[in-house]
């Protein structure tokens, strides 16, 4: 008798030879996520201003999305559910397809570092889109760590009295504004980045677009057992 293990991520309705790098699922989630966000960060900025955590750091007017602080609050709270929504399908999509740990993971630190150096040289391989490279793996992880940061420090900082206790595990509503503004910057920090990359290597755009290249039946482990 033969037994085969397929990834789970192969199991769903597409045929393994006719699976996307992209599938549909996952571009209209990143799409939706990348609109919703700059309204989450342009906002934010905006109740930001009008209590700032670092002194002298304004984003001013131009960056902010709402004339004044009770805008930008109304602008924050009808995207969250966008965001946490959105955020949180994405998450079961990745976990319970496979998808996760098929693209990102292994992350081993010979390949950091090799990644590293090959940047540092100038080298962006990337002629084989369905293959993330170790950076880009461990810099959606943080990513997506930060989303999650993002929605659960918001959570304690919308209802302080009603979720007193996550509060207090964030050290009180002051550093639990920290942790949240903390995840802002991470997430800003990341989208230079990612955006750069993005634009550097046109072709991963049109992947997100439009699906990418058809991928190859993921590996399989096969074991034969004679009954
Ligand atoms: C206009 C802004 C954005 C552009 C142009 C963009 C572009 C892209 C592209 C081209 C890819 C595929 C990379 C590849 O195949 O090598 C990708 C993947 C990804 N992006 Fe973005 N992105 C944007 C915004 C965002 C935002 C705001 C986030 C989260 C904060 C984000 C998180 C991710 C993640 C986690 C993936 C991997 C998705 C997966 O494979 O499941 N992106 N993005």
Do not use: C
């Amino acid at each position: 008798m033969s037994q085969e293990i397929l990834s789970r991520a192969d199991r769903g309705h597409d045929a393994p030879a006719r699976r996307r790098l992209h599938p549909l699922p996952v571009r209209v989630m990143h799409w939706v996520n990348a609109a919703v966000m700059m309204v989450m960060i342009t906002s934010g900025w905006g109740i930001y201003d009008d209590d700032v955590i670092i002194h002298g750091l304004i984003f001013g007017s131009f960056f902010r999305l709402g004339d004044w602080a009770a805008w930008s609050l109304n602008w924050h709270f009808a995207g969250m559910w966008f965001f946490a929504i959105n955020g949180l399908i994405y998450l079961i999509y990745g976990l319970t397809t496979g998808r996760f740990v098929e693209r990102l993971l292994p992350i081993t630190p010979r390949d950091l570092v090799h990644t590293v150096v090959e940047t540092l040289h100038f080298k962006f391989a990337h002629e084989d889109l369905t293959v993330y490279n170790a950076v880009q793996k461990l810099l959606y992880i943080v990513v997506i760590l930060a989303g999650i940061n993002q929605v659960v420090t918001g959570i304690a900082i919308w209802k302080p009295v009603q979720f007193s206790g996550l509060v207090s595990l964030f050290g009180g509503f002051q550093s639990a504004r920290v942790f949240h503004f903390t995840g802002m910057v991470v997430i800003v920090g990341f989208l230079v980045v990612h955006v750069l990359l993005a634009l550097i290597v046109p072709k991963t755009i049109w992947a997100m677009l439009a699906g990418g290249p058809r991928l190859k039946p993921a590996p399989q482990i096969r074991t034969a057992r004679k009954s």
